[in-house]
């Protein structure tokens, strides 16, 4: 096992892996930009590097000062987390040339999955039913050919990120060239590749996930399914595992074909088979997100396996204890709690948390780095916490969430809580029958989304 490590990130995501670590008898080192200085993840660490000024493109994303950091502190691996560089292959890279143990898979599996085209040729190759598509193209006119040949509706993705970022949706032809540029614009500002592949979209359908971790002996262990069809922007505010609309044949299905993929893949540590799930049970690949995954405690509690630890462990060269499909009970529900305004098209609100007081009591788990008087930086995810509750069933899960979302006080910015308690208390969610596209078309029933 490792004796120091440094956690490549900030935020609440920092704070889960330094409690893993200092649980495993690990030390942590910290690493934040100037605006983060007072953030509970240097407070909790055993050291800290400040690495620059609060822009993430002078800090958190630039390689050289967190690697110099690693150096200086004495690291043997380095934990990225999710998000800034928990994707990057050349941070990888750097990694595993300075000497550090990268907690996560191989820099060129992670490239060959951050390829879009040849992620899905190689989960083609292990039998993986794929959504049909086209590869990567830079130009409007291969777009043309790409929406002629896929017909409509379609999605135009970009092909070096995911994220909801240089994403469109099009189901009229008079709007491809607006798309197109708007999208590939986005993409080359995002991933500094504008690059863009086209997906037949599935409408109406489910975001549905398989959670795996992977040893470098061969072992993999599928820990279930997680629903992420509640979406703003592309972007998940509540997930739930089991996913109400999976059954046992299915999800078996769904969990085997996440297997074999690894398998042919050669992946290693946590990471996230992402499928679509249409209205008659198909099941259709997306992506790989080859990282720990912001939704990962939904995971945890239905199946009792602390995925932070398994990453740490497995990268530290231990094998999977338990392989195979993980026993799991009960139902898990996670809500995100984000500083920003379900009005005004979930804009961010920075500013001063003036009230923070957490839900306590049976079944709920609360991921945070909120601390009452700190102030919320505009420059950086607007993830404040994560509530996760578990219970027997989900009907019971949905009951603990209502009352968590009860106790829990927040003052000083506007969150996500109004509309997050909403869609719980929905028809909709409680029966389970929903779709990616809930929030689009609740917004005119949702007093949250309307400012009422």
């Known amino acids: 096992m490792f004796s120091r490590v440094l956690v490549a990130n900030r935020g609440e995501i920092a704070v889960r892996i330094i409690r893993a670590l200092h649980e495993l008898g690990v030390e942590a080192v910290a690493v934040y930009s100037t605006a983060d200085a007072d953030s509970l993840h240097v407070h909790l660490a055993d050291e800290a590097v400040c690495i620059g000024p609060p822009s993430a493109g002078e800090s958190?994303?630039?390689?050289?000062n967190v690697i110099a950091a690693a150096e200086t502190t004495r690291c043997q691996a380095v934990h990225p987390g999710y998000g800034f560089l928990s994707e990057n292959p050349a941070f990888a890279?750097?990694?595993?040339e300075t000497g550090f143990v990268f907690i996560g898979p191989s820099a060129d599996v992670m490239r060959r999955m951050g390829d879009k085209a040849e992620a899905k040729r190689e989960l083609m190759a292990a039998n993986v039913p794929l959504v049909p598509g086209t590869d990567a193209v830079n130009s409007f006119v291969g777009v043309?050919?790409?929406?002629?040949?896929?017909?409509?509706?379609?999605?135009l993705k970009a092909a070096a990120g995911g994220g909801g970022k240089g994403m469109r949706f099009v189901d009229d032809p008079a709007e491809l060239e607006n798309a197109y540029s708007t999208a590939s614009t986005e993409a080359e500002a995002a991933f500094g590749d504008g690059a863009l592949y086209l997906e037949r979209a599935v409408v109406p359908a489910r975001h549905v996930e398989v959670q795996v971790l992977c040893d470098s002996f061969g072992g993999v262990l599928t820990l279930g399914e997680r629903e992420c069809s509640i979406q703003r922007r592309h972007q998940k505010l509540i997930e739930e595992s089991p996913s109400p609309a999976t059954t046992p044949e299915l999800r078996r299905e769904m969990e085997s074909a996440a297997e074999r993929a690894c398998g042919v893949i050669g992946y290693t540590n946590a990471g996230t088979f992402e499928f679509l799930l249409s209205s008659d049970g198909g099941f259709y690949f997306m992506e790989l997100n080859a990282r720990l995954q912001v939704e990962h405690p939904v995971s945890e509690l239905v199946t009792g396996i602390d995925i932070v630890r398994e990453q740490i462990r497995i990268?530290?060269?231990?094998?999977?204890?338990?392989?195979?499909?993980?026993?799991?009970?009960?139902?898990?529900?996670?809500?995100?709690?984000?500083?920003?305004?379900?009005?005004?098209?979930?804009v961010p609100t920075p500013g001063r948390l003036v009230r923070f007081r957490p839900p306590l009591g049976p079944g709920i788990r609360v991921d945070t780095f909120a601390e009452e008087g700190m102030e919320i930086p505009p420059y950086y995810d607007s993830l404040l916490a994560k509530i996760i509750v578990h219970d027997a069933n989900r009907s019971a899960a949905i009951a603990r969430a209502l009352r968590a979302l009860g106790e829990l006080e927040i003052e000083g910015v506007t969150t996500t809580v109004p509309v997050i308690r909403e869609i719980l208390d929905s028809e909709e969610f409680r029966s389970g029958d929903y779709s990616t596209s809930f929030i689009a078309e609740a917004a005119g029933r949702l007093p949250a989304l309307a400012g009422g």
């Open 60 to 64: 958190y994303l630039r390689i050289a």
């Open 93 to 96: 890279e750097a990694c595993e």
């Open 144 to 155: 043309q050919a790409g929406a002629k040949e896929l017909g409509y509706p379609l999605l």
């Open 315 to 346: 990268a530290a060269g231990e094998p999977l204890e338990l392989t195979g499909r993980a026993p799991r009970s009960g139902h898990a529900i996670e809500l995100r709690v984000n500083a920003e305004d379900p009005a005004r098209d979930f």
